[in-house]
């Protein structure tokens, strides 16, 4: 319960805070937020932890297969096979940039 008014008490106070800092504020970190996105350094860091995230996923998905063989459920193991074609072949992911 503790936990609960805590949570309640942040959204409050962060709406409070939100609304006096009107809508000027809120513009003004959107376009913020959308200048760090856009920075080539911030966009080749997501791509290379993208990557790195589906290299993972693959040699993850090799180790458990071997050690659980035809016990793998196949709705697992053609979902995994269909995010690793995905990221194979496409040159833009999701968010419309490279995959370098």
């Known amino acids: 319960m503790r936990y609960r ?7 409050v106070i962060g709406y409070v805070l939100g609304t006096r800092a009107g809508r000027e504020r809120y513009e003004q970190l959107r376009k913020t937020v959308r ?21 993972v996923a693959g040699k993850a998905f090799h180790s458990v297969s071997e050690k659980v063989g035809d016990r793998m459920p196949d709705s697992v193991a053609e979902r995994v096979r269909s995010l690793r074609e995905r990221g194979q072949g496409d040159t833009e992911d999701d968010w419309g940039t490279s995959n370098t």
Not at 5 to 11: D, I
């Open 35 to 55: 200048e760090i996105s856009q920075n080539p350094a911030v966009r080749n860091t997501v791509e290379s932890a993208a990557q790195q995230g589906r290299d």
């Open 5 to 11: 008014l805590t949570f309640v008490a942040g959204l």
